[in-house]
């Protein structure tokens, strides 16, 4: 079987060999036997010469290929709240994740932490709920395979603005694609793009609920995009207008994602609250093909809208909680990363795949640094994961079928 061969958060070139495997092709890093590896110049030179021989038979036989429909897969996930190097640790079930994140064109998730270097600002909380990693981390998230990052949430302030800035140009640094922040409310309410599989993807990134007083762009200073709440239940008319202006500005040239990070979670934090669903059915009104959100760390169910997603809340894809065992419900500890694979630019399938994260940590003398790693959910915990998210979805007018440690849900 030949290697896959990856580009560090970027799309690969497929070459189809026969029906049931496929040549993947980049430049800078190999995924073999389970193991992470930077390409050498003899596995370039290697590459070559397996396309080369791939593709002998067609230009040897002047064979012609009929024309397929363009397939493209996006991936979304829970939060990524890091604060330890997920891919040093290396972790049993790691690279089945990893893997699972790469199979998309492009992955998306929100980043809910500051990334904390020498031109942040001083912190804005304390204790538990202080959230800080640094470029290790963002270099694992490149290794997971997430290309674009959503970075408005209610920890992008904990080292002020000029944390935030920071956050922001460390994830430029590592490569990401960013959206939800910025040196102005301009800059922060902007779709950022993202050239992938012939497509453009675009991301507009928005936080509602627990924003820090200050923490919010304005015209003239730097912050995040926040939705506000005028009252309870009710979303400031304004910035619901700047963001589906946003939305429909970015949607004449590129495939729309919408994060919302929300906190607005009323008394029940399990609740999808009915301003959110409507919200969330504008933005796709506006020509945004999918939505998801986190914030409630747990998962909420799925609603097709006008033949695009929304993904009410993806919960954690890694939950580095400083928060004492029990502080919680169970299903804090459960997620799904999803796989929206789409054909000639509509919704084909939505595939969902469960995952179980580690509430007491894999060393327990190290509890926070070994505790919320993902590992793909089998057995009992998938059904048990995804007979929930076919509940929860139900009740939104959404069928989600169940074939075997996978959920599937296909759009009318």
Known sequence: MYPYIFNMGKPCS????????????????????????MATPYDRQRRRFVIGMAMAPLLLCGAKRAPTARVQTLTLTGQVLIAHDLCRANYPGLTDVVAEVRRGDVAITDLETAIHTNTSGLPTREGEFLHAAGMDELHCLRTFGFAMLALANNHAWDFGSAGVLATRRAAHDAGFVTAGSGRNLVEANQATRLAVAGQTVALVSMAAGKIHDGAAATATKPGINELRLASAGTPNESDVERILASIHAAASTAQVVVCLHNHDWGDDMR???????????KCIEAGAGAFF???????????????????YCLGSLIFHSRTAPGYYPPEVWESVIAHLHYQDNHL???????????????????QNETRGRPRIATGEDAQRILTRLQGLSATLGTQLRIAGERGWISPM
């Open 293 to 311: 959100a986190h914030g409630a760390p747990l998962l909420h169910g799925i609603e097709i809208h006008r033949g695009a997603p929304i993904l």
């Open 271 to 281: 609740i999808t609250r009915a301003w959110t669903r409507a919200f969330a059915r």
């Open 14 to 37: 497929c070459i189809s060999l026969h029906s049931s495997r496929e040549l993947c092709v980049a430049k800078d890093v190999l995924v073999n036997c389970g193991k992470l590896t």
């Open 348 to 366: 084909h399938q939505l595939e969902l795949v469960p995952i179980v994260l580690n509430e007491i940590g894999d060393d327990v003398m190290h």
